[in-house]
């Protein structure tokens, strides 16, 4: 004789669990509801800077450009080709703006603005790196994405103005940082940044002149970062590799000896047919001359970001390495997509990981 309580009990079991499929559909329609408004809310903030820009470069003022206090990265990747967008949309004359970096990039800036102010006219790289640290770490400072206005970036700006009767206004990194943030979150689509950036080739710098400079050369740039974490067996593997690219074709590594920020160079000294180009540089003059040596090397191999971003624009193929990619993945998407759209040279992304796979660390 069946038991009435079994029974009464796997009843309310089914209804139990046909109320909670019925509820399924409606939990999911709820989280697309809240989805769909958190996206449309980005989206208007981003309209919202857009309209912000334009207001900044109404009328016939002097602008002033940054000051780009970030990483060379985003710099190259996103900065420039942002500019390039303002001028274009807004149809900005190249003499109403004024550009604030540092380390000797003028010819980033060609066609873009008339006038370029060096922070390394400024500041010594010590002082640079303490004052963007300690801006970095308070709360008024906007952190590393620049994402508001502190007191380094004024002090900057009022050394840059160039007319104190005609005060610039500014068109300040962190408007690009609002603008993009969806995009690099995965709120907004890829087309959204496309279509507020305008990437474009560039000739490279003139042939470097210095004593020394082989013919022909391959250009390396390894530094330690998120991407490229600092490890022993990092550095023994790297090595391999620059010393199996250096039997083949001169190396020049393009190590600096400063240090601005977090990331550190690796170093490759000791190794048959590799030079640095430390001796050619100075502060001033460190990122220009790297971006001369890239632009006129066979090809260039160093850390995934950065100056690999820079190397396909300038016509030069790029084998950009990593070992992590999980803040990586958006720009690497973004750099190969945006070379792919204006003919630029190949960007060969190579992960550390797969090569320990197969043992390359013993390739000579």
Request: aromatic share 10%.
């Amino acid at each position: 004789m069946p038991d009435p309580v079994a029974a009464f009990g796997n009843l309310g079991r089914k209804a139990v669990g046909r109320l909670l499929a019925l509820r399924k559909p409606f939990v999911r329609g709820a989280r697309r509801r809240a989805r769909a408004q958190q996206q449309a809310a980005i989206a208007h903030e981003a309209q919202d800077v857009e309209r912000e820009i334009g207001r900044l470069v109404a009328g016939h003022h002097p602008i002033i450009a940054g000051p780009w206090l970030g990483e060379v990265g985003y710099e190259v990747l996103y900065w420039l080709p942002f500019l390039r967008w303002v001028r274009d949309r807004y149809r900005v004359a190249p003499d109403r703006l004024t550009v604030v970096s540092r380390g000797g990039v003028e010819p980033w800036y060609d066609g873009i603005a008339a006038r370029y102010v060096d922070m390394f006219d400024l500041l010594t790289p010590q002082e640079l790196a303490a004052r963007n640290e300690s801006r970095q770490a308070s709360d008024e400072g906007g952190g590393r994405k620049q994402s508001r206005r502190g007191e380094l970036d004024d002090w900057l700006l009022a050394r840059a103005q160039a007319d104190e009767r005609h005060p610039a206004v500014v068109l300040h990194p962190s408007l690009l940082f609002r603008l993009f943030r969806g995009v690099w979150q995965g709120n907004l689509p890829l087309d959204f940044l496309f279509t507020h950036t305008d990437f474009a080739l560039a000739a490279p710098p003139p042939r470097p002149a210095f004593a020394g400079v082989p013919r022909e050369y391959v250009a390396v740039k390894f530094y330690s970062g998120t991407a490229l974490p600092e490890a022993p067996d990092t550095l023994d593997l790297l090595r391999s590799l620059v010393r199996r690219v250096a039997t083949r074709t001169p190396v020049v590594v393009l190590e600096t000896g400063l240090t601005v920020d977090d990331h550190h160079d690796y170093v490759f000294g000791g190794l048959p047919g590799v030079l640095s180009a430390r001796e050619w540089m100075t502060p001033r003059t460190n990122l220009g001359v790297q971006s001369a040596l890239i632009g006129h090397a066979k090809y260039f191999f160093g850390t995934c970001g950065g100056l690999a971003w820079l190397a396909p624009f300038m016509g030069v193929p790029a084998v950009a390495v990593y070992a992590d990619d999980a803040l990586l993945a958006p720009h690497l998407m973004i750099a190969r997509q945006a070379a792919r759209r204006v003919g630029a040279a190949d960007l060969a992304p190579l992960d550390l990981r797969a090569l320990r796979h197969i043992d390359a660390g013993h390739l000579g």
